[in-house]
């Protein structure tokens, strides 16, 4: 059987892969993007291990063999289900693989923005070890802080712990509460509330531009928002408007509208925004987790028996 890693996989990456592939899988290596070799490698595949390069109906039609595409991660808007379900192939995430990474993550980005690491860092490279009035009189801590998780799945429930034992209050919104100990919101109060927003839900059509320019307004004056979950969840507009007039405080965001994102995108220009390239579930302990659970199903498809995770 035939798979088809999508990711420029590095060494360290590959020598894990080997250790636990079975003997006989056919293992090709394919970089991310819609040049070749994708493909020519695509004819005879029979899975398809996909990152973050949209898997659309035009690459699907180039693998008449296709039977399983394996999203390694748990966000499946950047496959097209309908072409997927139209050939019958199946389509299975990870959910739970990255939680952990993420969540620490979206610690370091809280941490960050609230600390303006980028602007420290920047000055002390540039010869400044004195900060500036206005950097050193804006520097916060979590303790005593309101965090709003928008959304309570895997990883808010391993953020809110930590959040809570470094002193600041939980809040949080979903569909509906759940039985954790932290205190449920209706989005519009949780806004209001918090002084750090953070986003923890997929992307649908019912969640694409969840923040908004009318739900920005409603957010605490001088508050954080932090995104390690989807950039479409964002008016990108709307926050850098609020960000350069001092209406919001800050922002994390590892995730945007459009990725890759360019250089030249205005939230770049702001120093009270932190970034990163979409590498918040990016560990080894991440790949190590997310392999096995691929080759899970690999050999459940090879054996035919069920999918894990299946959502198509």
């Not at 291990?49 to 008449?64: D, G, M, N, S």
């Not at 390690?228 to 209406?247: F, I, P, Q, S, Y």
Request: net charge neutral.
């Amino acid at each position: 059987m035939k798979v088809l890693f999508h990711h420029d996989a590095g060494r360290r990456l590959r020598a894990e892969v080997a250790a636990l592939a079975d003997a006989g899988l056919t293992l090709v290596y394919c970089p991310e993007g819609p040049e070749e070799p994708l493909f020519s490698e695509l004819h005879d595949a029979e899975v398809l291990w996909h990152v973050l390069w949209p898997v659309t109906a035009a690459v699907i039609a180039r693998a008449p063999k296709l039977r399983l595409i394996q999203k390694i991660g748990v966000g499946v808007n950047t496959i097209d289900i309908e072409a997927a379900q139209r050939r019958g192939i199946a389509v299975c995430n990870m959910p739970g693989t990255n939680s952990r990474a993420v969540a620490e993550m979206a610690l370091l980005l809280m941490l960050n923005t609230l600390r303006r690491q980028h602007s420290v860092e920047q000055a002390l490279r540039n010869g400044r070890w004195v900060l500036d009035e206005a950097t050193r009189e804006s520097l916060g801590e979590l303790a005593g802080r309101t965090v709003g998780l928008v959304g309570f799945g895997a990883v808010p429930g391993i953020l809110a712990p930590i959040l809570a034992a470094m002193g600041a209050r939980v809040v949080y919104t979903d569909t509906a509460p759940k039985a954790v100990p932290w205190e449920y919101l209706p989005l519009e109060r949780l806004l209001g509330e918090a002084d750090i927003v953070t986003l923890h839900v997929p992307l649908t059509d019912a969640t694409t531009r969840l923040i908004d320019r009318q739900r920005i307004a409603r957010m605490k004056p001088g508050a954080i928002l932090i995104n390690t979950a989807r950039g479409g969840l964002v008016d990108e507009g709307a926050l850098h408007e609020a960000l350069a007039t001092g209406r919001l405080g800050g922002a994390g965001l590892d995730v945007f509208a459009e990725e890759p994102v360019s250089a030249g995108n205005p939230l770049f220009q702001l120093p009270n925004v932190t970034v990163s390239p979409h590498v918040a579930w990016l560990t080894l302990d991440t790949w190590k987790r997310s392999i096995a659970a691929a080759l899970g199903n690999v050999r459940a498809l090879r054996a035919g028996t069920p999918l894990s995770n299946r959502v198509a």
